[in-house]
């Protein structure tokens, strides 16, 4: 019985057997750390700290200093970053991450938020992935950092959900949907290969993930390996960034699909992705509230009729991190959260394939 | 669902059924002489995750086919709302696990034409 319970319950974050330490060093020398900023000043101090305080030492940790007004630049440099400024703003994160990407001559690159921290030994955990030469990109397990506002709070539950069942599912297939953007390390020559980040679509993390499956290459979703971003805490933050992803999505599907067709698991992921998308957008924005105000409003209860395919994965995780109450005090945002998350596909939905307008426009929101 | 992304329940099915396929994937490795790179302690954690999500699903299912009528008595509305109810627990035995299997056989026939297209 106890075996039973170490086995569910042991915490899945610290499971992964770390690989020899002097291994790892050597791949760390050869890794250069690119963080985009701008306006930053408020937490890239403490990104850079997270860095320097690495089990392994990196080659470089550079800051692109994209053109702010509130000394970020002179935020990170004091915190002991290398810092390049370009001529103007880049206008989006992907041009910033670029514009260092030129002097990166590092075997590794890694992308990282300037609003996002690392777990001491989330380097250490997430550079073997690489020692794989098939592998050109790895990422790492996403938890807020403040789980305090109720947007915080459904983010924080849509990551344990997202991160504990589906990712896992998608790395055993050896096919994560997308290698995150806010921590990922990658192979330098085949990003440089790549042509660096696309600022193409709103998701530059997802076409970069989805162009590496399309050359053939893998990508690995390394569990133990801990970064805590910020995440939106308002409205205003939060509709900004869904609207990125959402039109990032849509974006991407209709860019990569027939790329997409041709890589196996990759097209079934990607694919019943959309379709859920657009079928849970439609039933509960449009048909569920028909339901309740045309014919009963008992229906409001299938608003929750999925609460126990939430709960599950999410308090095992909760569970073995003793954070029990925290999710289920959550639990209700998670809901909140979620049916905005409808408005803003559906918003994107139609703009992107009804009226044929592309969002091009790159509004940051965390 | 994924992070970002809302989920109406199809993409539950489709993780719900990987994760069942899993053991036959480590075994079909066995065979094949290759070694599954997250193993079995790997697979049995998923499989408690997804055995537990049947299992909480169920019940919700029950609830509301059997438990809610007796309490909430058998008014108009709440008939409704049973037969939706029974429609949906159907929905989730039945008609979405077959409209999955009927999605990734069109996804699969799909790709089969396009990969053909380009190869002419």
Redesign the interface.
């Known amino acids: 019985m106890t075996k039973i319970k170490k086995l569910l319950f042991t915490d899945l974050l610290h499971n992964n057997q770390k690989p020899p330490l002097w291994s790892v060093r050597d791949m760390a020398s050869d890794l250069t750390i690119i963080i985009p900023a701008f306006n930053e000043a408020k937490s890239i101090a403490d990104t850079v700290k997270s860095l320097k305080n690495q089990t392994v030492k990196v080659a470089r940790i550079i800051v692109v200093d994209d053109f702010s007004s509130d000394g970020t630049g002179e935020i990170a440099r004091a915190a002991g970053a290398e810092v390049l400024r370009p001529e103007a703003n880049t206008g989006t994160k992907a041009g910033a991450q670029n514009f260092a990407l030129k002097s990166v001559t590092t075997k590794f690159t890694m992308a990282i938020d300037a609003d996002t921290i690392l777990a001491p030994d989330a380097i250490e955990r997430l550079l073997p992935a690489l020692q794989d030469p098939k592998v050109a990109a790895a990422c790492g397990f996403v938890l807020p950092r403040y789980v305090r506002t109720l947007w915080e709070r459904g983010r924080y539950i849509e990551y344990l959900f997202a991160f504990v069942f589906f990712k896992q599912v998608q790395d055993y297939y050896e096919c994560p949907l997308i290698s995150s953007g806010c921590f990922s390390v990658y192979r330098s020559s085949v990003l440089q290969a790549n042509g660096g980040w696309s600022t193409r679509t709103m998701a530059e993390d997802m076409d970069l993930t989805w162009s590496f499956y399309q050359a053939g290459h893998k990508v690995r979703f390394v569990t133990g390996a801990l970064c805590y971003p910020i995440e939106p805490n308002n409205y205003t933050f939060m509709s900004k960034q869904l609207r990125r992803w959402s039109h990032g999505f849509i974006q991407n599907f209709k860019f990569h699909w027939r790329g997409v067709l041709r890589v196996p698991y990759l097209r079934s992921v990607v694919i019943i992705a959309m379709i859920d998308a657009v079928i849970a957008s439609i039933f509960n924005i449009l048909l569920l509230p028909a339901l309740i105000i045309f014919v009963s409003p008992l229906f409001a209860i299938i608003y929750l009729a999925d609460l126990p395919a939430v709960m599950v994965p999410v308090l095992f995780q909760a569970v073995s991190r003793k954070e029990t109450g925290l999710a289920i005090s959550s639990i209700p945002a998670y809901f909140v959260l979620r049916t905005f998350n409808g408005f803003m596909f559906l918003e994107a939905l139609i703009t992107e394939v009804v009226l044929r307008r592309t969002l091009a426009t790159y509004e940051k929101g965390h | ?12 099915t ?2 719900l059924l ?2 069942v396929a ?1 053991p036959f ?1 480590e075994i079909w490795r066995l065979f094949k002489r290759e070694s599954g790179r ?1 193993g079995w ?6 499989l ?2 997804a055995t ?2 049947i ?3 169920s ?2 299912n029950l609830f509301f086919d059997i438990v809610a009528p007796r309490y909430i008595g058998t008014n108009r ?2 008939t ?2 049973g037969q ?2 029974k429609l ?1 627990h159907i929905s989730n035995i039945l008609i979405m696990p077959a409209i ?1 299997i009927a ?2 056989a069109v ?1 699969e026939v ?2 089969l034409i ?2 053909r297209s380009r190869t002419r």
Do not use: D, E, K
């Not at chain 2, 970002?4 to 993409?11: K, T």
């Not at chain 2, 302690?41 to 998923?46: D, E, G, H, V």
């Open positions: 669902m994924n992070a970002g992304l809302p989920s109406a329940g199809i993409g539950v489709f993780y990987a994760t899993m994937f997250l302690r790997f697979i049995l954690r998923q408690s995750i537990n999500i299992l909480g699903i019940l919700a509305s709440f409704i709302f939706v109810a949906a999955l999605v990734l996804i799909a790709s396009h990969v």
